[in-house]
């Protein structure tokens, strides 16, 4: 165990009677880039504020290293919080908000501006230090919240969604850069977000929450092939939802009776389920085919279509069940299916069975 | 309405009378302060003189009110902006159902007349005096003191109030982003709330001064037997106007028009800093015109320019214009008594009895013949017959006017 490690034992936060965080029970490596995942509400920054130390846990314990934090106020933990709209401060100038840390902590004046110009230096912003924060671009002003936040060099960075206010392409930019610079500090990042996508390319590992509950903790590869709630299954990644009920099972094939016939999929992480279980049978628009297919087929009727580039996505009505089909876009017009009925066909084992439960967006 | 069917008129006409309203009482009064007639007035016009300041600097009870006017405000400021700024920052802090209840009893002292805001001062002390046993010399009994305490109760609800409009405007994560990166509470507080708020200590100031200085409905009682400024204006009003009222209004329609302009440059300059338009404005862009239009450098060219003038003012001597004016007003008594005894010889030489108000009205201009004159009441001019004193301003007619108690 490192001094960048953190574990979360058994920690619930509540408000009053509103539990926000519910027992959540993990432990972060030092260096790793951590997630968390989870739609708005879902007890994200409750949990990041209280590993800064703004909140206590009403229950249970947050340690760093291997000391419990409990106590021990946000100005003495070896964190740094990068805020949702960043908390720049706009009477200072981009030099003296990134020597801030220094400046409370009695370093010189020299000396401070002098760290102040290699965070500069080191997000790519030289030269900037004179201006006001209200002078900078938001990519500019998230990359000045990153170099304040590191100018004391703490050992765990914590992150609460800080690209949700910037356009797309920055976004994807600032993805990469901040994926760089943890790499080349080496530190814990704790990284909170509620695009999926966000969390899928940074993190080497992600929690997915749900109503203050981790459902799952997993790298997102994992989170993505192998869900092992149905929520975590309809949060991450498009994804069809079929309801029914467990027919039968024959080792890791189950057979469900569902609205638009029998269907079967592979019961997700080896779990047994018995005739008679509520269940949800996911499958993948990108695995949906518009072919018959011997193991899974449905006949459904084209509603419309859209063009997303690299791919077009179909939607269809299968007896009042919506589906999704995606199809890679071959650089060619595919037939026109305007209005007609099709069939569309699945492997069992794209098709994963889950427990009834939760959907996101539900 | 548009200019088309006349409305242009109107609105300028409009405007007119809006603008004459609003600043003819202060130019009439600025003007006045410079007529050396005793009563202020624009016509007659006598002579041009600067002595009515100079009345108004030899008024030894004005002048100690004002002294004690800025000791108290001072001593206002320095208590109710602190008080203020922590009552905004303890309602800032509760939740909403405390913060309602301590904001009525906070801003209760606002809403309560300053003149029983006065008399509960004096009586709440008193009682605390005489319970400690204090005498009448100790602070329970002293005007300054009691004044002090009265106004702070409502004025630091004043402070309270600018610093809760502004804390509105803070976003508490700086603080919580302080104290995370390494700021002890004290640092945050020193570090960031503070700069943010000063811009609101400066208005709080600024308001509080001026809120004590002139409070005349609490301070009426609480001063006792004391004067402040304001207290000692009212009695002086009390007592008859002289311009030197009229040259204390210029005086502070002078600093007032001084500030507003200094104001006026910084907050200019300000906004062409803050929008980054300096460099390419015309103004702000020539080195020299910049120097010009600096705050600085526009307070001392004003304050220099006020100096000047007050300096040219003490400098005048209008006593050559006034002997001029006194002995024509002697003339014109003489020509009225001579009047008066032709007359009365003619009366006496008929012997039949005319009816006496007809007569002096036809040889004055005025029906009461001058009587209204407070110069013709210097105590070397012998009283006309019909000027048995009328309904004057003052009932002394201005006899009690410094400048005319003057040795002529
Ligand atoms: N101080 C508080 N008092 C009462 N309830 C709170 C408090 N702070 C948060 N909550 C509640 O806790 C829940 C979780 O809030 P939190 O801010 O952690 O959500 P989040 O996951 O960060 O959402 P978002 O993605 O929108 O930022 C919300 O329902 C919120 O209403
Ligand atoms: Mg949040």
């Known amino acids: ?362 | 309405m548009n200019r088309g069917t006349g409305g242009g008129f109107v609105a300028a006409g409009f405007s007119l009378l809006f603008f004459a309203f609003l600043f003819g009482p202060l130019i009439i009064m600025v003007i006045t302060a410079f007529n050396s007639s005793s009563f202020p007035r624009i016509t007659p016009w006598e002579c041009f003189t600067t002595d009515w300041f100079g009345v108004l600097f030899g008024d030894n009870r004005l002048m100690g009110g004002l002294l004690n006017s800025l000791v108290i405000a001072v001593g206002v400021v320095a208590i109710a902006v602190p008080i203020g700024l922590a009552g905004a920052l303890a309602l800032s802090e509760l939740g909403p159902k405390l913060r309602a209840t301590l904001y009525t009893v906070l801003i209760t002292p606002i809403l309560i007349p300053g003149v029983v805001l006065g008399i509960s001062t004096i009586v709440f002390w008193g009682a605390l005096g005489r319970s400690v046993g204090a005498g009448y010399g100790s602070f329970f009994f002293n005007g300054m003191f009691l004044t002090l305490a009265g106004q702070v109760t409502f004025i630091s609800a004043y402070a309270m109030l600018v610093f809760m409009a502004r804390l509105q405007r803070f976003d508490p994560l700086l603080t919580e982003a302080a104290l995370d990166l390494g700021a002890t509470p004290g640092q945050a507080f020193r570090k960031i709330l503070l700069p943010f708020l000063g811009p609101a200590i400066g208005s709080a100031a600024f308001l509080t001064f001026l809120a004590s200085f002139e409070n005349y409905n609490t301070t009426v009682f609480t001063i006792l037997s004391d004067s402040t400024f304001t207290t000692a204006l009212a009695s002086k009003v009390r007592l008859g106007t002289d311009p030197s009222l009229s040259a204390l209004a210029v005086i502070i329609i002078g600093i007032t028009l001084i500030g507003a302009i200094v104001h006026e440059a910084h907050a200019r300059r300000q906004e062409a800093l803050r929008t980054g338009t300096a460099p390419r404005s015309r103004v702000y862009g020539n080195p020299v015109l910049k120097t010009l239009v600096h705050p600085l450098t526009v307070f001392i060219l004003l304050a220099g320019a006020a100096g000047l003038a007050a300096y040219l003012g003490s400098q005048h001597d209008a006593s050559a214009c006034k002997a001029g004016i006194l002995e024509e007003k002697r003339a014109r008594q003489q020509q009225l008594l001579d009047e008066q005894r032709k007359r009365i010889e003619e009366q006496r030489k008929q012997a039949a009895p005319t009816a006496p108000s007809a007569a002096p009205g036809k040889a004055s201009p005025s029906p009461f013949g001058g009587a209204f004159n407070p110069g013709s009441l210097a105590p070397n001019a012998a009283p006309a017959p019909a000027a048995e004193p009328p309904k004057s301003n003052s009932p002394f007619g201005g006899a009690f006017n410094p400048g005319e108690l003057k040795p002529e």
């Open chain 1, 1 to 362: 165990m490192t001094s960048k490690d953190i574990v979360l034992d058994h920690v619930s936060i509540r408000f009053g009677h509103y539990t926000a965080v519910d027992n959540a029970h993990l432990k972060i490596k030092g260096g790793e880039f951590f997630s968390f995942l989870g739609p708005s509400g879902c007890g994200k920054t409750t949990l990041l504020r209280c590993i800064s130390g703004f909140n206590d846990p009403t229950e249970g314990r947050v340690l760093i290293g291997t000391q419990d934090m409990k106590g021990i106020g946000p100005n003495k933990r070896p964190t740094a919080l990068i805020f949702q709209n960043l908390a720049l401060f706009p009477l200072m100038s981009v030099a003296e908000n990134i020597a801030f840390p220094l400046e409370v902590r009695g370093v010189g004046k020299k000396d401070r501006l002098k760290r102040a110009d290699e965070l500069l230096e080191m997000i790519a912003l030289p030269g900037v230090g004179g201006k006001k924060v209200h002078e900078l671009s938001g990519g500019q002003r998230q990359r000045v919240a990153i170099a304040r936040a590191l100018a004391v060099e703490p050992d765990i960075l914590l992150l609460d969604e800080p690209l949700s206010a910037l356009d797309l392409k920055l976004r994807h930019h600032m993805r990469t850069e901040l994926r760089a610079i943890q790499q080349r500090v080496g530190l814990t990042f704790i990284y909170i977000t509620h695009d999926q996508g966000e969390a899928l390319t940074m993190s080497d590992r992600v929690a997915v929450m749900n109503k203050g509950v981790i459902e799952q903790v997993d790298p997102p590869e994992t989170i993505y092939n192998r869900p092992k709630t149905s929520f975590v299954a309809s949060f991450v990644g498009e994804t069809n939802a079929i309801e029914g009920k467990v027919a039968s099972q024959t080792e890791g094939v189950v057979a469900l009776d569902t609205q638009i016939g029998r269907l079967t999929g592979r019961a997700a992480g080896g779990r047994s389920y018995k005739s008679g279980d509520q269940c949800y049978l996911f499958i993948r628009p990108e695995q949906l085919k518009l072919s018959e297919n011997q193991e899974n087929t449905v006949s459904a009727q084209w509603i419309k279509e859209e063009f997303e580039g690299n791919s077009r996505q179909m939607f269809l009505d299968a007896k009042g069940v919506d589906l999704r089909l995606s199809r890679v876009n071959s650089g060619q017009s595919p037939e026109d299916l305007s209005g007609r009925s099709v069939s569309l066909g699945f492997a069992a084992d794209q098709a994963i069975v889950l427990p009834h439960g939760d959907l996101a967006g539900a």
